[in-house]
């Protein structure tokens, strides 16, 4: 079930941000943090000690190379458990993607062909790694630059049979099915439609730039208006979904960021 409380539209919290955060302590519904940029023990644990009591928290993450070859890295996912006994988020997410491969690791969140085969060795992973955490995940459609014609199904239809095989959740960024949408024609509104609405129990916005001719989730750019409008449309069949607004590149300063924050809920929640 979806925690009601955390209706609204909270923010990815980056270092650049806390200092500000834990001195002005704005109203904000939850923060999202990278869960990866807190493994490493040091003085910034004591920030995000100071955040959690301020805040709801969740953990996202960048390293549990879903849909990978490789076996998960237990290390890793001991580390995620450790933090979250710690910290105690309300949800801990990751992407269906290809993070490492062969020991290999791209520093990127790389594609992969909608398959039966990777959802059935993704929901093995997907199970191994819920049973250590003792929860539940989420896992986020992906943005993605290529496409294989060794995919079987749509993307939509290998995240519904994925989250029904693997009894996971699902984080649905909205700015990832856009971009997909400029870049190849995969219609946005039907995604919305053809997902699983009952395992959504995240939603992502972000903003795309066109480099080189491509829309690339850069998450460097205000929200379009166009997912946007998704967003209200989204709001309406899903019910108070926790929204998390991302920006990563060329940041504004702090007070501009919490103010798009707040114009985008605003939006939300204007009557039709």
């Given at each position: 079930?979806?925690?009601?409380s955390?209706a609204?539209?909270g923010?990815?919290l980056?270092?650049?941000?806390?200092?500000?955060?834990?001195?002005?302590?704005?109203?904000?519904p939850f923060?999202?943090?990278?869960a990866d940029?807190w493994l490493?023990?040091g003085p910034h644990?004591?920030?995000?000690?100071?955040?959690?009591?301020?805040?709801p928290?969740?953990f996202h993450?960048?390293?549990m190379?879903?849909?990978?070859?490789d076996?998960?890295?237990s290390?890793y996912?001991d580390?995620?458990?450790?933090l979250s006994e710690?910290f105690?988020?309300?949800?801990?997410?990751?992407?269906?993607?290809?993070?490492?491969l062969?020991?290999?690791y791209?520093?990127?969140?790389?594609p992969h062909?909608f398959?039966h085969s990777?959802?059935?060795s993704?929901a093995?992973?997907?199970?191994?790694i819920?049973?250590?955490l003792k929860?539940?995940?989420l896992v986020?459609?992906l943005s993605?630059?290529?496409q294989?014609?060794e995919?079987e199904?749509k993307?939509?239809e290998?995240?519904?049979?994925?989250a029904e095989l693997?009894?996971?959740?699902?984080?649905?960024?909205?700015n990832n099915?856009w971009v997909?949408?400029m870049?190849y024609g995969?219609?946005?509104e039907?995604?919305?439609?053809?997902i699983?609405?009952?395992?959504v129990?995240e939603?992502?916005?972000?903003?795309a730039e066109i480099?080189d001719?491509?829309?690339?989730?850069?998450h460097?750019?205000?929200?379009?208006e166009s997912v946007?409008t998704?967003?209200?449309?989204a709001?309406?069949?899903?019910?108070?979904?926790?929204i998390v607004?991302?920006?990563?590149?060329n940041?504004?300063?702090?007070g501009?960021f919490i103010?798009e924050r707040v114009q985008?809920?605003?939006?939300?929640?204007?009557?039709?």
């Open positions: 079930m979806i925690d009601n955390l609204g539209v923010i990815n980056r270092l650049d941000y806390i200092d500000e955060l834990l001195e002005k302590k704005p109203n904000l923060v999202e943090v990278i940029n490493s023990f644990h004591k920030k995000l000690e100071k955040v959690r009591e301020l805040y928290i969740s993450c960048v390293g190379n879903l849909c990978s070859d076996k998960i890295d290390k996912i580390s995620i458990k450790s710690r105690n988020p309300f949800q801990i997410s990751d992407h269906l993607s290809v993070q490492a062969d020991g290999n791209f520093h990127d969140l790389l062909p398959s990777i959802i059935k993704t093995n992973k997907i199970d191994e819920q049973n250590i929860r539940q995940i986020e459609n993605y630059y290529h294989f014609e995919s199904m993307e939509y290998f995240i519904n049979q994925l693997a009894d996971c959740h699902i984080l649905f960024d909205l099915i997909n949408e870049n995969i219609c946005s039907n995604f919305l439609k053809k699983n609405h009952d395992r129990k939603i992502h916005i972000a903003g480099i001719g491509i829309y690339v989730d850069t460097g750019s205000s929200v379009n946007r998704l967003l209200k449309r709001e309406a069949v899903l019910g108070d979904c926790p607004y991302e920006r990563d590149n940041l504004p300063t702090f501009e103010k985008i809920e605003e939006m939300l929640y204007a009557p039709a």
